[in-house]
């Protein structure tokens, strides 16, 4: 895996905690192996620690407006996904699809590739990359 921050355990997570709520950080930490297609499997020490530091820092322990919109667009919803939230298809939808097969983004959650504070858990406007450098 390329995402590299965060280091809890020397397990490298992608996502930074406060932009899912808890119950999807628990439902994606109890099917790892099955995760996005991998299997990402820990023992269950690491898991332990990486589950309690995931819900420790969750959405709802957040202030940022990123989080309170994705907490509110999950909702109870099974979404363990950003890019399934209504809420990130529509900040999306200008955003041109065939943009993130390019060969520096290759996966829409590869969110790093465009917001480059995403790490910081912001995403604000103005650390998001002009598109068209892309192209
Ligand atoms: C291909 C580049 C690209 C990728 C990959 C991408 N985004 Fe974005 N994102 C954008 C662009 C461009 C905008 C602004 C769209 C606009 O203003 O019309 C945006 C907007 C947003 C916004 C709204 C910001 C605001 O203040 O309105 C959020 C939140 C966001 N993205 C989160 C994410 C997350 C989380 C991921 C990974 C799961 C991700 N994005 C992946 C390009 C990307």
Redesign the pocket.
Known sequence: MRCSFQSVARVTLC?PPN?LPKHSWTALMNDLENHFGDDASLDEQTHQTILAFLVKNSAESSTK??SL??LNSIGNKDIIA??HTS??KH?????PTT??A?EK?K?????K???SD?EKGL???DK??N?SD?N
């Open positions: 996502i932009l407006e990123a919109s994705f950003m890019t809420f990130w900040a999306h939808q200008e955003v943009l993130f390019h983004i996966s829409k959650a590869n969110c590739a465009c917001h995403v995403i604000e406007d998001i990359k598109i892309f």
